[in-house]
């Protein structure tokens, strides 16, 4: 397959949206000469934002408000957001007819001739991938990342050049559209399975199997970091066909691992163990977080990078946004935003990672996964609790209620994140953090957890 193969064909993109994805496959297509139709179950008014941004662009037919048919069976491609789950009802009738379906993350890998490192997990894709990229930066590797954060996948193609590595944050949704053409990267990094998306899949078997895809097709020549801590990945061990790297917070011997000795992080190459850096030298927040140092350690190791650039990379890294990000201090009160926590795992993870006397705002949309443990942590070390209206809030004030037997209790629920800020500003006293921890997805009240976490910001950042 290549681009130019694509002028004059027609093309439907399945999914506008409102972030940037679909505005860039849009634009990508456009450019090569496409026959275009856009079709959204979104409105117009619903996808302005959107559709501002492709103003300028001409000779697009829009079909938004509904999915048409012919749309799906008289066409040469239709592209999907990777949301959209292979046996909806359009997808099925483009397969039916033998039209090929792609999502950005497959086009962008049948395009790309360069080598690509991809990073999956439940938690830290994010983090882990950002930790690769600025490695690579500053051992001058010309790196170009993907798929993660807000930013179209199909852009990054323009600004790849001729000794760039690709460092490709992937989900399960766009790991499934690889493992149908056989493709996963030269490089893969696997952080941690926890459950997540059972709203998607049918349960945590197919999830899995989702995830499997970034090492399926590897060659013996390529690498793979898993987390042998985590008790799914290291089962995986057997089908795994390229060299393993394993990191862990114990140490091991004998193989290629990264791992921690008296607080601090250790490569060893097989032969010789050599020391990375201090647990003490992270400027990360959370235990957890030296998982995925450890994680980008392993793949910047195999990639042959100097030790020393390594560390210098670590040391510089101050973290990201919307992962237990500092906002400002107000009255001796500390505001973080971890809205990318939309887990109850990763919320717990954001909880645990504070010792101070903690207002929690949390709660939203359910994604179908166990919010005991996430109860269990609220009730132990949460002085207050808000929470955001939503399907997965009434599971947790009833679980919550069921742990302390106050089954009367009521609970604040709010429809607004600046109502929540200001009754957890009202209640907090110095030396207090409040921390936006969901545990959940942000549907319903807000357009995606990027979203519920800005207006956080704006909430805090408007406060007296």
Request: some cysteine; overall charge positive; aromatic content about 8%.
């Amino acid at each position: 397959m290549k681009p130019e193969d694509f002028k004059g064909k027609k093309v439907t993109v399945m999914g506008l949206g409102l972030n940037s994805g679909g505005i860039g496959t849009v634009r990508f297509f456009h450019a090569l000469g496409a026959r275009l139709v856009v079709t959204d179950m979104k409105s117009k008014e619903e996808l302005a934002p959107s559709l501002l941004a492709l103003k300028d662009l001409r000779g697009i037919e829009y079909v938004l408000g509904q999915h048409r048919s012919e749309d799906f069976t008289h066409t040469d491609l239709v592209v999907k957001t990777p949301g959209v789950a292979w046996n909806n009802k359009y997808i099925e009738l483009a397969l039916k007819k033998n039209i090929p379906v792609e999502v950005d993350a497959s086009l962008f890998f049948k395009f790309c001739k360069n080598p690509i490192i991809g990073i999956t997990g439940t938690k830290g894709k994010t983090t882990t991938s950002t930790l690769i990229y600025e490695i690579l930066k500053a051992a001058g590797k010309n790196p170009v990342k993907a798929g993660i954060g807000q930013v179209s996948v199909m852009d990054k193609l323009k600004e790849i050049k001729k000794d760039s590595w690709v460092v490709f944050e992937l989900s399960s949704w766009r790991l499934s559209a690889l493992g149908r053409y056989g493709i996963s990267p030269q490089g893969a990094v696997l952080t941690n399975i926890y459950p997540d998306h059972l709203n998607y899949y049918s349960g945590m078997e197919s999830y899995i199997k989702d995830k499997k895809f970034i090492f399926s097709s590897q060659k013996p020549e390529d690498f793979c970091v898993i987390n042998w801590d985590d008790k799914v990945l290291n089962k995986f061990e057997p089908e795994i066909k390229s060299k393993i790297i394993r990191f862990s917070r114990q140490k091991i011997e004998n193989s290629k691992a990264v791992y921690l000795v008296n607080d601090a992080a250790y490569w060893n190459d097989g032969v010789d163990e050599k020391k990375i850096i201090e647990a003490s030298d992270v400027k990360l927040r959370g235990g957890h977080n030296l998982e995925n140092v450890m994680a980008a350690v392993g793949a910047a190791c195999a990639m042959g990078i100097e030790l020393k650039i390594i560390a210098k990379a670590l040391r510089e890294f101050k973290g990201l946004q919307h992962r237990l990000e500092f906002i400002r201090e107000i009255n001796g009160v500390k505001y973080y935003n971890d809205t990318a926590a939309t887990t109850p795992e990763s919320a717990i993870f954001g909880i645990r990672s504070f010792a101070e006397p903690l207002i929690l705002i949390g709660g939203g949309t359910d994604k179908k996964l166990d919010i005991t443990g996430l109860a269990e942590t609220i009730n132990q070390k949460a002085k207050g609790i808000i929470f955001l209206k939503g399907s997965a809030t009434e599971k947790l004030i009833e679980k919550i209620r069921k742990i302390t037997g106050r089954e009367n209790e009521d609970f604040r629920v709010v429809e607004s994140m600046t109502k929540a800020v200001e009754i957890a500003s009202n209640e907090a006293s110095s030396g207090d953090v409040v921390l936006l921890s969901p545990g959940a997805t942000s549907f319903g009240m807000f357009q995606n957890e990027f979203d519920r976490g800005n207006q956080f910001k704006e909430a805090v950042n408007n406060l007296k």
